[in-house]
């Protein structure tokens, strides 16, 4: 089995590189960690960086996923090889526009972009926003899936993925504690369906409402409360459609072998305990 650490980080291709950097500084509120040709990079958190956007197609979507150790991500690699799936190693020069030691890529069974990677890098430094927006850090990537059962398997016998709970058969899946670091939903073709950051209170979520809403930025969701995670969450429009949501308070899962997953029903109440109705296709059956 593929042990995987964490969600580290989306790379996004875009059209309009400086159009996504200002959305991502004044809308989003991210820190710019480091500007290259072609690419600029942001922090959320003390990692060196957690978003990507690059010139290219905004059909490029990449999400990493740490793993241990480079004996760790070879072994990863040939047993994706045994599943008939094409590796590519990355090299230094794609390392170094990683910012990690080694990395792999592959595309999982609906042919989202996924790269294992050692060592991605770490600032030690503080995030520091250009607004009030009370991000704490990239917490977890929702990804498309043309076959919900399929994806499902690969992400929890291939790999450690463990499943906290469903909507209808969307899994939520945790690599740690966190109840959920990678999240499934239907749609007909591959692609990340949406990116959280994590905020630290109640107050962020509203803040930030007014906030999006106030500037012309389409809410697609919320504000509400999952009734899977416990969290509190706002869904709202990026750069070239993609959908960016923050969210708090979060639930952890400490107690593995008592922990049940459980089933909710894929429609409005499934997704939302405040009332709140997802205008989002890959929530909508």
Same mark, same amino acid.
């Given at each position: 089995?593929?042990?995987?650490?964490?969600?580290?980080?989306?790379?996004?291709?875009?059209?309009?590189?400086?159009?996504?950097?200002?959305?991502?500084?004044?809308?989003?509120?991210?820190?710019?960690?480091?500007?290259?040709?072609?690419?600029?990079?942001?922090?959320?958190?003390?990692?060196?960086?957690?978003?990507?956007?690059?010139?290219?197609?905004?059909?490029?979507?990449?999400?990493?996923?740490?793993?241990?150790?480079?004996?760790?991500?070879?072994?990863?690699?040939?047993?994706?090889?045994?599943?008939?799936?094409?590796?590519?190693?990355?090299?230094?020069?794609?390392?170094?526009?990683?910012?990690?030691?080694?990395?792999?890529?592959?595309?999982?069974?609906?042919?989202?972009?996924?790269?294992?990677?050692?060592?991605?890098?770490?600032?030690?430094?503080?995030?520091?926003?250009?607004?009030? +927006? #009370? =991000?704490?850090?990239?917490? /977890?990537?929702?990804?498309?899936?043309? %076959?919900?059962? !399929?994806?499902? &398997? *690969?992400?929890?016998?291939?790999?450690?993925?463990?499943?906290?709970?469903?909507?209808?058969?969307?899994?939520?899946?945790?690599?740690?504690?966190?109840?959920?670091?990678?999240?499934?939903?239907?749609?007909?073709? +591959? #692609? =990340?369906?949406?990116?959280? /950051?994590?905020?630290?209170?109640?107050? %962020?979520?509203? !803040?930030?409402? &007014? *906030?999006?809403?106030?500037?012309?930025?389409?809410?697609?969701?919320?504000?509400?409360?999952?009734?899977?995670?416990?969290?509190?969450?706002?869904?709202?429009?990026?750069?070239?459609?993609?959908?960016?949501?923050?969210?708090?308070?979060?639930?952890?899962? /400490?107690?593995?072998?008592?922990?049940? %997953?459980?089933?909710?029903?894929?429609?409005?109440?499934?997704?939302?305990?405040?009332?709140?109705?997802?205008?989002?296709?890959?929530?909508?059956?």
């Amino acid at each position: 089995m593929i042990e995987l650490r964490d969600v580290v980080y989306c790379r996004l291709g875009t059209r309009d590189l400086a159009g996504a950097e200002w959305y991502a500084v004044n809308i989003l509120g991210l820190e710019v960690a480091e500007r290259r040709k072609g690419a600029v990079y942001f922090k959320s958190d003390a990692r060196a960086h957690t978003l990507c956007y690059f010139e290219g197609d905004p059909a490029d979507q990449m999400t990493g996923f740490e793993i241990g150790s480079v004996d760790d991500l070879q072994r990863a690699g040939a047993t994706l090889e045994t599943l008939g799936q094409k590796v590519h190693y990355g090299t230094r020069e794609e390392c170094d526009a990683r910012m990690v030691r080694e990395f792999i890529r592959f595309q999982d069974p609906t042919g989202n972009v996924i790269e294992f990677v050692v060592r991605p890098e770490t600032t030690g430094l503080d995030y520091h926003g250009t607004r009030n +927006a #009370g =991000i704490t850090g990239f917490s /977890h990537v929702g990804l498309c899936s043309s %076959d919900l059962v !399929r994806d499902e &398997h *690969f992400w929890t016998s291939v790999c450690n993925a463990r499943v906290s709970d469903r909507i209808g058969d969307a899994p939520l899946m945790r690599l740690g504690t966190i109840h959920h670091s990678i999240a499934l939903f239907p749609f007909h073709k +591959a #692609g =990340i369906q949406h990116i959280n /950051h994590q905020v630290g209170s109640t107050d %962020d979520i509203q !803040r930030s409402f &007014h *906030f999006v809403r106030d500037n012309q930025v389409n809410i697609t969701f919320g504000p509400g409360a999952h009734p899977t995670s416990s969290a509190e969450f706002l869904y709202f429009t990026g750069p070239e459609g993609m959908t960016f949501e923050y969210s708090t308070g979060v639930c952890e899962i /400490h107690d593995e072998p008592a922990w049940r %997953d459980r089933q909710f029903h894929f429609e409005p109440k499934g997704f939302c305990h405040w009332g709140a109705k997802p205008q989002i296709a890959a929530f909508s059956k």
